[in-house]
């Protein structure tokens, strides 16, 4: 078995153990296995099955981590898109008043899209177009906007009067208890542990146990029917010609997550091999086969997750660490209980408004999960001294990068640092040097910004 597996992810040639590619898709797994708990709640507001939703996004991430695993030999997995799952719920189906059964049509071309340029081998060449400066700067972005999630999700920050952000209460049961989680982590990581973030997970859930912060739920329950939701969507409707502009938001918005991502996470990883990322089609297209099926199964986009990091922050370097993580999302199938554990909410409610009002706002936490993340933000910032920061045409373009991401997203950062280090470079006579994608993306983008 050993030499099968060697033959298939080139364990030896990577310098990695099954025993490490284990503990790191686990460790993936534990750090968004939220998803799975938050997707069907978001997606119901649409009028989905939650039980059929979370069916869909076990077996789609399964999947989509498998292809990614054993076509492109990365161990980074793949599940709904958060952000994305917001804009199908609340914006295609709420505001704009589609069905989900249209909105699920629409994710599904946009996901066809993707398998033909993936087929074409485009997206090898656009990993290569982007400027080293900008790819440092995406994996340092990404360290923020996965920072402030993670402190976020803790309670250690919360929304502010006339600030975007303020400190929480830090004498509060969560807060102590991820602050705990946090401490725990970096103790360990200091002494050099092997699986110091999982470690970490572990010991916030045992502290959250008696703290009354994570409930217990049982082990065994029998997954849930798909049915209601499995080939349900609408191809035909989607092909409205009102729905063009959804499917292309869908396949932008995928297309720049899942690019950024590969960016971010490859880059302090070292699967980066100058200013390529080799497989980078094969990535996309497991990607593409995904939001696929996901869609006939009924769950909106699938995409590369920024917290495949923290599994390979523990050692993991080749695809065999996807394989326990896709068999770790079929498990969850059956054991939803212990994973709701690790992925569960504990909602606190802070007060909203002046005077005398008496109206509160509801914050959701996820204390077992947050201490993870503030943790793997700190390991993403490690690339900010790659930056150029001498030459401004560089540097300027990363900084806008940097600071848009954790304010507005992945997709927003992308686009300033585009559209920027075109503008720079065209006005310092520079232009030649840039690749003519990133002028069009950043043309593209510039039109997105005025139609929206």
């Not at 340029?117 to 990993?127: N, T």
């Not at 995406?138 to 920072?147: F, H, P, R, Y």
């Not at 922050?313 to 498990?331: D, I, P, Q, R, Y």
């Not at 959701?364 to 690339?383: D, E, H, Q």
Request: net charge neutral; proline share 4%; glycine share 12%.
């Amino acid at each position: 078995m050993k030499r099968f597996l060697d033959r298939i992810f080139r364990l030896e040639e990577s310098g990695t153990t099954i025993r490490t590619e284990a503990v790191g898709g686990v460790t993936t797994f534990m750090t968004m296995s939220y998803i799975i708990f938050v997707q069907p709640v978001i997606l119901s507001g649409a009028g989905m099955d939650k039980g059929a939703v979370m069916f869909a996004t076990c077996v789609a991430s399964a999947l989509a981590t498998l292809l990614m695993g054993l076509l492109a030999r990365y161990p980074i997995s793949l599940a709904p898109a958060m952000g994305h799952n917001v804009f199908f719920a609340v914006i295609v189906c709420g505001t704009m008043g589609y069905s989900w059964q249209i909105a699920l049509g629409a994710v599904f071309i946009s996901g066809l899209i993707f398998i033909i340029l993936s087929a074409v081998g485009a997206w090898e060449k656009l990993v290569a177009s982007v400027p080293n400066s900008l790819k440092h700067a995406i994996a340092v972005g990404i360290g923020l906007l996965i920072a402030l999630v993670g402190l976020q999700w803790g309670g250690v920050v919360i929304p502010g009067e006339g600030t975007i952000a303020a400190i929480g209460n830090l004498t509060s049961k969560p807060v102590l208890v991820v602050l705990f989680g946090v401490a725990v982590t970096a103790v360990l990581m200091a002494l050099r542990v092997r699986g110091a973030i999982l470690l970490g997970i572990l010991a916030t859930a045992l502290l959250g146990l008696p703290a009354g912060l994570v409930q217990y739920h049982g082990v065994f329950s029998m997954p849930p029917s798909v049915s209601p939701t499995l080939f349900k969507l609408d191809i035909l409707g989607a092909l409205d010609t009102g729905l063009i502009t959804v499917i292309f938001v869908f396949f932008f918005l995928d297309m720049f997550d899942t690019m950024g991502t590969l960016i971010g996470v490859s880059g302090p990883a070292g699967f980066l091999e100058g200013d390529r990322l080799p497989r980078a089609n094969r990535a996309m297209f497991a990607d593409a086969v995904g939001t696929v099926g996901g869609a006939l199964l009924g769950t909106s986009t699938i995409t590369s997750y920024v917290e495949s990091a923290s599994g390979i922050e523990h050692g993991a370097k080749t695809g065999l660490a996807n394989v326990f993580t896709s068999l770790l999302f079929l498990v969850a199938l059956f054991f939803s209980p212990l994973a709701e554990m690790f992925g569960g909410e504990y909602v606190i409610t802070l007060p909203a408004g002046t005077g005398n009002e008496a109206a509160v706002k509801e914050i959701i936490l996820r204390p077992v999960i947050a201490p993870a993340l503030i943790i793997v933000g700190y390991l993403m910032l490690k690339c900010v001294s790659m930056i150029r920061w001498d030459e401004i045409t560089e540097a300027i373009p990363a900084y806008l990068t940097i600071i848009m991401m954790p304010l507005s997203g992945i997709t927003d950062g992308i686009a300033f640092g585009f559209i920027s280090f075109a503008l720079l470079k065209l006005v310092t006579g520079k232009g030649k040097d840039v690749h003519w994608l990133i002028y069009m993306f950043a043309v593209l983008f510039i039109v997105k910004y005025i139609v929206s």
